[in-house]
């Protein structure tokens, strides 16, 4: 006999396993990457998905799973299968969607479960009351609706400081998910923690009106640019330098065609000092 949160025990494994294959196979792992050229211009609309599969590393991975565990058997066990399973994929489309929607100009990229983490644990946190949320390394036990709102406050303000690389965005979009379903699901559950509820959703309907009219707090001349308009936020890994040195060596790649095929004395004065940098920051290395 199957145990009874077994969906999540089985979203747990395959994540893991598809982790682990990740953390050595580069070219796994950039294929499943959340990427916003790669969904917007080549429909790679899988990676919308996908990047819940994979982690930055052991400790992400811990962390996620722990939490998705934690909170998706509750609501397996309360609410069946088939809503967690629900929960779980709408949460993760609904944090990739915010991140689309915030990234669409940026060479931006994403990995990791938080995003349907998120959503579990605001579903689990309304749909059974009385769930309380566990403090790490703390002997404290916050009550569910003042976590989810103290919560809310917190992840929205470091979305628009953008100031380290985690993926706030799709912590807020999932937890936006989570909060919407749960009132689907059984909006007596909610009403029973009601002013908590419609605090959490009238602040991120107020937030997410805000990230609409204005994303990221960046104005909209620096929206339209190509380039990375801020210090890309990866979920816990700096794939953006990776995507800055495969450009540079691009571009390295291109003028020494020219120099094999045209001379040296075919480079403009800019492009001279472009490879003459290069070449000194790699021989100081």
């Not at 489309?93 to 349907?116: I, P, V």
């Amino acid at each position: 006999m199957f145990p009874q949160p077994v969906i999540t025990l089985l979203v747990c494994v395959v994540t893991v396993l598809v982790s682990l294959v990740a953390f050595t196979n580069d070219r796994l792992r950039e294929r499943l990457l959340f990427r916003p050229e790669a969904i917007l211009a080549h429909k790679q609309w899988d990676r919308l998905f996908s990047s819940a599969l994979i982690h930055a590393d052991w400790m992400h991975l811990g962390f996620n799973l722990f939490a998705l565990y934690s909170f998706g058997s509750l609501v397996e066990e309360v609410y069946g299968r088939a809503l967690f399973l629900g929960i779980y994929v709408a949460s993760i489309l609904g944090g990739s969607l915010l991140s689309l929607w915030l990234h669409r100009h940026h060479d931006y990229a994403a990995l990791g479960a938080s995003g349907g983490v998120c959503g579990v644990m605001f579903a689990a946190i309304f749909l059974v009351p009385g769930t309380g949320v566990g403090m790490m390394f703390l002997p404290l036990t916050l009550p569910g609706p003042v976590f989810a709102g103290g919560y809310l406050v917190l992840t929205f303000i470091a979305l628009r400081r953008r100031q380290d690389n985690v993926g706030h965005d799709a912590h807020f979009g999932g937890a936006c998910v989570g909060l919407l379903l749960a009132a689907a699901i059984e909006p007596n559950a909610c009403l029973q923690s009601r002013w908590f509820y419609l605090a959490c959703l009238l602040f991120c309907i107020g937030c997410l009106y805000v990230l609409g009219r204005n994303p990221l707090g960046l104005r909209e001349s620096v929206l339209h640019v190509q380039t990375p308009a801020h210090r890309c936020n990866l979920r816990y890994q700096r794939y953006d330098e990776a995507a800055a040195r495969r450009q540079e060596q691009e571009k390295v790649d291109e003028l020494l065609d020219k120099i094999s095929a045209r001379g040296l004395h075919s480079l403009s004065s800019r492009e001279r000092a472009f490879l003459a940098e290069y070449s000194a920051r790699k021989g100081n290395r």
